[in-house]
């Protein structure tokens, strides 16, 4: 619809091209604008810029980053800083030069240094982060020609990467570093010498290499080539045009006034209009929460807003100044002033440091932050202490107010005018004797909200320790910040010691009291950390005021001495350092006889890599808009069980851009199966259940649409969302799965011990950062469709629309370039969305678009399992293990989908890597209301292993013993039966478990570990090592099979299609690899276009670990078939080129196109008898991990992991390194951050990245070793390699066990029993409640039965 005219057109330039865009719609954000191509009114239009990624629309992933520069007006300079594309409204860029990753270098024309680095450094996987990265990198080069590593890290700290495991990008960011940031500096060694370090005996042979690249090629970083700021914006910089610009939308209108009185007068005018700066408040509440504001006005132009004066008492900030700008200012401060005049600053800038990622502090500025006023604001807290004031402004005049707790809390009284705005902030400066500290606590250390925040400030009575003054106030503990302020005033007057302490905590937590129904649960935790950020400000405070003493020999008053404070203590005092991951990356080098040209076994770079760099590589949404194309959204249920009574979608159909709702009536085939309909029809089974569809013009009217759509409910029972209400309910999705061995009965009469536990891990989301998405496009004979979907299984999309649709699977082609990530989310779940657009594009006659918001996907499609688990293990007093009996439960979810499968997989591999003589592993997957859980990465051996190894743990604790010895006695040591009884030689297990404690020192260094934890009382250090068997594949030949077309052309070139599908772990490059060894041709040669089932036909879904195996040996066997065809010409013309044989072949009338078949590896399992050989073979690897935690907070950081992995010959040692890394940090997240949180009505909460945390960069381990160990063979696969897409998954476990350790460290120092419950993830709320201390003891405790918590635990 056209936008009403009188609009003033909005000029800015993308990628150096002027845009005129003269009906902007202030709704439009810049990451919307790009890939369609949107500039209707521009002269010259960028076609589709497809590089910047929409993967949360929240600001939190980078994978929209974007380079803004801009004419500061006060510094007079340009800025150039990076952005979220997906919280910028175009509106606000008049004015301002946009650079996305296609402006910066292209494959076509030249690359940037930055996108030839990160792809030749292996830092891209499924390349969907990989633009975003490289523009986060770029604005940092443009602002630091060579960035310290600390820079690099902070660049890169807002953006997410769910492949790579983020160490390959971080080492082509460092290529451009200067090495400043040794963190061993002054030691007289260097991190850079580490390749020396670690390399054990077997690194010293020459055939180990530790490079995966060649740095030496890389192109110089040229300054001068840069894009240069449009002479026409400078100009337009300095003659600003002062009258007042107006957008007009739809449905909002975009006001930006040239000056400050016209602000001022709008602001009278309009006085519920909000101000938008940074857009990083009001944009997501506009997304997820439905605000909406018709008229916004935008400050942008008002540089009276941005002016900072430095005065003899304080600081005013300007309320536009950045936070990223904020930060700058503060350290500026710091280094000018003196230490007692900065405290405040100081702990400013300590939460500046953590808060969010760089774009979010470049756009976020200091004003809208403290007018958003939310509960967890890092920095309202500390300047509510420091005693701030606000400085407004209005047509009246200005004004001052306090920036204390009744602003804070909104009292009108205390608060803005509505016509008033916000001009700057004064934050004085701290006085002599005044101490300001800052705590925060996340669900990790960077980049993630804070579960609570603590700002405090003390003043004593110069020279002693009498309390003058005292704020502290809190954030996360209500809706806004919350002051302590009765309690700090009944403090005045006291000594700062213990009894004072005391009194405190007591009293605070009396004022700060937080419901047990309290908004965002982990009520009992922030209890804790209210009274355990107190003490930690008692003990830093403590040991200022000692310094004060002693500096100035003051004689102190009221007590004679201050409490001491011992070594042990003072450990809590320091918060973990961000620091920069070193390591070391081995594997065996190819044999000095394999000729050049033969690529097989060498570090190759992704196929797409710098495609992916480049912003050029091509996913499912970024093809064009074809002609008359509609978009779908989906309308789910929201109950957990309950009968449809009615649908009422009148209004929708109503409104004009609606063309059409999908029902379950328009299916004209199956509507899915019995029990797992596609669209709900009488009942729906969970919140998320997909109802019905909505096919608009546009996307965002699509969305409108669903709002309007009625549906009333009967609710029905029983609603079941947990394991332990499944049992009770006997719900259950199928029968049980039990594997038994020897006479565990007997056996357990036997032991000297025996001890039963439970253990409870979580499920997790898939996280992949392309979101499920669809185009299917019906073509007008013959009922044919084209689809384009994001799938690990296109022949099951194929097939499910054919079924659904009721037309023959002939009809229907499926077509994958690539998918920005699957790990299992992608096997099942494409199939229901690629049919219900199906129908719809069937119905309607349109091409239809399906892509769902990361909420959406969240919600709808299930992720891993949770599971409970229980255990009961009998053993002799020296640690060997004589019988074990495990029973586990996993959520499903209310469909059956992969769980009765993921329950077969997780019991046969729940022995691991130990030979049990008596063994019942029994396992069920429970019917809930929940949304179906699905494959994901492992298949249920991630949890189901974290049970066998928890009871070795609790063995461990049992013998008085250290775990590693109990895992090593136990573990398989020669030729010998699973449970299963397929025979199998762990002899590489062995080699891979003895490496591992080689290359990490493990014994010196659980002395040393030992060491620390005597000497440090609130911090513990743990160190774990953990052995892994893991089977690769499926249990059944036919899911082996594979097949592979490859046609040779007259030119010479030649094209591979086969069955397995790019996902972003390197199937089409090592498939290339296979095909160039075959054929003896360069890698050049040959091209993969896409996986299609129009070109090879029935194929498996690729997972398993098994992709590059089985289709390995299928593009092998069509490759020898054409070189057999080939073999007479060549033997005729041996001196002949490649493209003399392929003429000479063509005018012999030989094909030159050829079918490759691989029939599968034998995998059979009797489930009557317990017995089979189900999986090809096993990949083994270990890891060991150490960690360091803090007791108080129940923060930990990673120091170190070693892994070792049995590969045996890689095919591509880079993208196996990948692999392992990628799936070891995704198996941290699994055990450490990642947590689903639900309602007691069973409504998944943590649907978007600010709730969901998967690892960033900042938790790769301080020191990251990978090798693969050499001198490995197995005879069954393509030369000798394995597959090793999942198995790095459940190495992760190591972080979780050396948490563990640390954990189990502090319950025996406080003589609390070592067995609790063991709980994944190990999120600082678990950790922080296992170290029960004085402060555990004293928060109040609820009666479960006296409130209705936020949330329900599922597993
Ligand atoms: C991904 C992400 C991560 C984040 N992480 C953290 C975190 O870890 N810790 C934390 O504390 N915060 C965090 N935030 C919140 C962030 O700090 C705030 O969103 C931000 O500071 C708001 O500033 P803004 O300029 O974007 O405000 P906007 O969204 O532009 O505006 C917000 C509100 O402020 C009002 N306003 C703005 N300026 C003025 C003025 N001069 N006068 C009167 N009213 C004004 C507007 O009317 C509006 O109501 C995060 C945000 C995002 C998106
Ligand atoms: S899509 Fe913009 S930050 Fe995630
Ligand atoms: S490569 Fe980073 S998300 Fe896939």
């Given at each position: 619809m056209p936008c009403p005219s009188g609009s003033d057109a909005l000029v800015f330039f993308v990628n150096g091209r002027k845009v005129t865009e003269r009906n902007a719609d202030p709704e439009v954000t810049l990451c919307k604008m790009f890939p369609l191509a949107t500039f209707p009114s521009s002269p010259r239009p960028p076609v589709g810029l497809t590089g910047t990624k929409y993967a949360c629309g929240r600001g939190s992933c980078g994978a929209c980053t974007v380079m803004v520069s801009k004419h500061d007006p006060v510094s007079k300079k340009i800025r150039h800083f990076s952005v979220t594309a997906c919280l910028v409204p175009i509106c606000s860029l008049y004015g301002a030069a946009v650079t996305t990753v296609e402006g910066i270098g292209s494959i076509k024309t030249r690359l940037h240094p930055v996108q030839e680095r990160i792809a030749k450094s292996h830092g891209t996987q499924c390349g969907f982060c990989t633009p975003g990265m490289v523009m986060s990198m770029y604005a940092l080069l443009r602002n630091h020609l060579h960035p310290s590593e600390k820079q690099l890290m902070e660049a890169l700290r807002g953006n997410l990467c769910r492949c790579t495991g983020y160490r390959s990008i971080l080492e082509s960011g460092k290529t451009f570093c200067m090495m400043t940031d040794c963190h061993q500096k002054g030691t007289g060694k260097c991190c850079m010498d580490q390749r020396e370090n670690h390399s054990s005996s077997l690194d010293r042979k020459s055939d180990i290499c530790t490079e995966l690249f060649a740095k030496e090629e890389f192109q110089p970083l040229d300054p001068t080539q840069e894009l240069i700021f449009p002479p026409e914006l400078l100009r337009m910089a300095e003659n600003p045009e002062k009258g007042t610009l107006t957008f007009y939308g739809e449905r909002v209108t975009w006001i930006s006034p040239g000056t400050l009185q016209d602000l001022l007068e709008l602001k009278a005018k309009h006085p519920e209009a909000p101000l938008v700066l940074g857009n990083t408040s009001l944009g997501p509440a506009m997304k997820s929460q439905g605000h909406f504001h018709p008229i916004l006005l935008s400050p942008a132009r008002i540089s009276e807003l941005s002016v900072v004066t430095k005065t003899s008492d304080g600081l005013t900030i300007g309320a536009a100044c950045s936070l990223a700008q904020v930060k700058d200012i503060l350290a500026e401060s710091i280094s000018e002033l003196p230490e007692e005049k900065t405290q405040t600053y100081r702990a400013l800038?300590?939460?500046?440091?953590?808060?969010?990622?760089?774009?979010?502090?470049?756009?976020?500025?200091?004003?809208?932050?403290?007018?958003?006023?939310?509960?967890?604001?890092?920095?309202?807290?500390?300047?509510a202490v420091g005693n701030a004031t606000l400085n407004l402004l209005s047509e009246e005049g200005t004004r001052q107010i306090p920036l204390n707790e009744h602003f804070l809390a909104g009292l009108a009284s205390a608060d803005l005018k509505p016509e008033e705005i916000l001009e700057s902030v004064y934050i004085p400066h701290s006085r002599k004797w005044e101490f300001v500290f800052a705590f925060r606590q996340a669900q990790c250390l960077q980049n993630a909200l804070p579960d609570v925040n603590a700002g405090m400030r003390v003043l004593f009575k110069e020279g002693t320790d009498t309390i003058e003054d005292l704020s502290i106030a809190y954030g996360g503990v209500g809706t806004a910040t919350v002051s302590a302020h009765k309690s700090c005033q009944q403090l005045l007057g006291r000594h700062w010691n213990e009894l004072m302490l005391d009194e405190a905590c007591r009293l605070v937590l009396d004022e700060v009291s937080l419901p047990g129904s309290a908004p965002g649960g982990k009520v009992e935790f922030k209890r804790t950390l209210v009274v355990s950020f107190l003490f930690k400000f008692y003990l830093k405070v403590l040991k200022e005021l000692k310094t004060l003493v002693r500096q100035f020999s003051v004689p102190v008053s009221g007590s004679s001495r201050y409490p001491e404070i011992s070594d042990g203590f003072l450990s809590a005092l320091e918060d973990f350092p961000v620091t920069i991951p070193q390591g070391v990356q081995t594997y065996q080098k190819v044999d000095s006889h394999q000729p050049l040209r033969d690529p097989v076994g060498r570090p190759i770079m992704h196929l797409s890599g710098l495609k992916h760099a480049t912003g050029e590589a091509i996913f499912c949404d970024d093809i064009p808009r074809v002609d008359k194309e509609l978009f779908m959204a989906l309308v789910t249920s929201t109950r957990a069980h309950a009968k449809i009574i009615s649908i009422d979608f009148s209004e929708a159909l109503e409104l004009p851009e609606v063309v059409d709702v999908i029902t379950a009536k328009d299916i004209p085939g199956t509507n899915g199966g019995e029990d797992d309909k596609l669209l709900a029809v009488d009942e729906v089974l969970c919140v998320g259940h997909v109802i019905c569809a909505v096919v608009a013009e546009t996307d965002i009217q699509a969305k409108q649409a669903i709002e309007k759509i009625k549906i009333t409910y009967e609710d029905l029972e029983p609603v079941i969302f947990t394991i332990e209400d499944a049992i009770k309910h006997n719900s259950f999705l199928c029968p049980e799965k039990k594997l038994e061995q020897g006479n565990i009965k007997e056996a357990f009469e036997k032991v000297d011990q025996i001890v039963e536990g439970e253990v409870h891990v979580g499920g997790q989301e898939h996280f992949y950062m392309e979101t499920q998405r669809v185009l299917v496009i019906p073509k007008t004979e013959d009922k044919e469709l084209d689809i384009y979907v994001s799938t690990q299984d296109p022949a099951h999309v194929q097939k499910t629309v054919s079924s659904t649709l009721n037309i023959p699977i002939n009809r229907i082609t499926c077509h994958v370039k690539r998918v920005g990530g699957g790990f299992g989310g992608k096997v099942g779940r494409p199939s229901v969305f690629g049919a219900i657009a199906a129908v719809g594009a069937v119905k309607t006659g349109h091409p239809i678009r399906l892509v769902l918001d990361r909420e959406d996907d969240m919600l709808i499609t299930g992720?891993?399992?949770?599971?409970?688990?229980?255990?009961?293990?009998?053993?002799?007093?020296?640690?060997?293990?004589?019988?074990?009996?495990?029973?586990?439960?996993?959520?499903?979810?209310?469909?059956?989908?992969?769980?009765?499968?993921?329950?077969?997989?997780l019991i046969l591999k729940l022995e691991n890597a130990y030979k049990i003589r008596n063994l019942r592993f029994r396992g069920r997957a429970c019917m809930t209301n929940l949304p179906s859980n699905t494959a994901f990465r492992g298949f249920g051996f991630p949890q189901g292993t974290l049970v066998t190894e928890s009871c070795i743990t609790a063995v461990a604790a049992k013998c008085g013993l250290p775990p590693e010895k109990i895992r090593e006695k136990n573990m398989y040591k020669t030729v010998d039966k699973t449970i299963y009884k397929q025979a199998f030689s762990p002899e590489t297990l062995i080699r891979c478990w003895n490496e591992c404690l080689e290359r990490s020192s493990f014994h010196s260094r659980r002395m040393q570990v030992e060491e620390f934890n005597k000497k440090n009382y609130w911090k513990k250090k743990g160190i774990a090592i953990i052995p892994m068997k893991f089977s690769v594949g499926f249990a059944a030949t036919s899911f082996h099979q594979a097949a592979a077309l490859v046609h040779i052309y007259t030119d010479g070139s030649v094209l591979v299609t086969h069955g397995g599908n790019e996902l972003g772990q390197g199937i089409h490059t090592k498939m290339l690899q296979v095909a160039s060894r075959e054929l003896k041709v360069p890698m050049s040669y040959l091209h993969i276009c896409e996986t299609s089932t129009a070109t090879v036909p029935n194929t498996i879904a690729t997972a398993a670990s098994v992709g590059a195996d089985v289709n390995g040996r299928a593009v092998q066997n069509a490759c020898q078939i054409l070189l057999k065809r080939l073999e007479p010409i060549i033997k005729k013309n041996p001196e002949g080129t490649w493209e003399n044989w392929i003429e000479a072949a063509f005018e012999q009338r030989i094909s030159l196109s050829a079918t490759g078949y691989f029939r599968g590896y034998k995998a059979f399992m009797d489930w009557e008898k317990g017995e089979g050989d189900p999986f090809p073979y096993y990949v083994y690897g270990v890891a060991c991990s150490e960690v360091e935690i803090d007791c108080l907070t129940g923060a930990h950081k990673k120091t170190r992991t070693d892994i070792v992995m049995d590969a045996c010959c890689s095919l591509n040692p880079a993208i196996d390194i990948g692999q392992i890394e990628g799936a070891f940090i995704q198996g941290m997240g699994l055990y450490t951050t990642e947590e689903l949180q639900y309602s007691p009505e069973g409504v998944l909460y943590s649907r978007s990245s600010d709730e969901y945390k998967i690892p960033t960069i900042t938790d790769v381990p301080e020191e990251f070793n990978v090798s693969l160990l050499p001198s490995s063979q197995t005879p069954l696969t393509i030369y000798s390699s394995k597959g090793l897409g999942e198995s790095g998954m459940f190495l992760g476990s190591s972080v979780f066990f050396a948490i563990m350790d640390a954990v189990a460290a502090v319950r025996r120092e406080r003589d609390a029993a070592e067995d609790f419950t063991v709980k994944s993830p190990a999120t600082p709320e678990q950790v922080r409640m296992a170290c029960a201390d004085r402060f555990t003891e004293m928060i109040p405790r609820d009666d479960p039965k006296t409130f209705k918590p936020w949330s329900i635990p599922i597993a």
């Open positions: 800038l300590k939460h500046l440091r953590t808060l969010a990622g760089q774009q979010i502090r470049n756009m976020a500025s200091l004003g809208g932050h403290i007018i958003s006023r939310h509960c967890y604001s890092d920095l309202n807290p500390i300047l992720g891993r399992h949770p599971l409970f688990g229980k255990y009961k293990v009998g053993f002799m007093n020296n640690g060997r293990i004589k019988a074990l009996d495990i029973e586990c439960y996993i959520n499903g979810g209310c469909t059956l989908d992969h769980s009765e499968l993921v329950t077969e997989f």
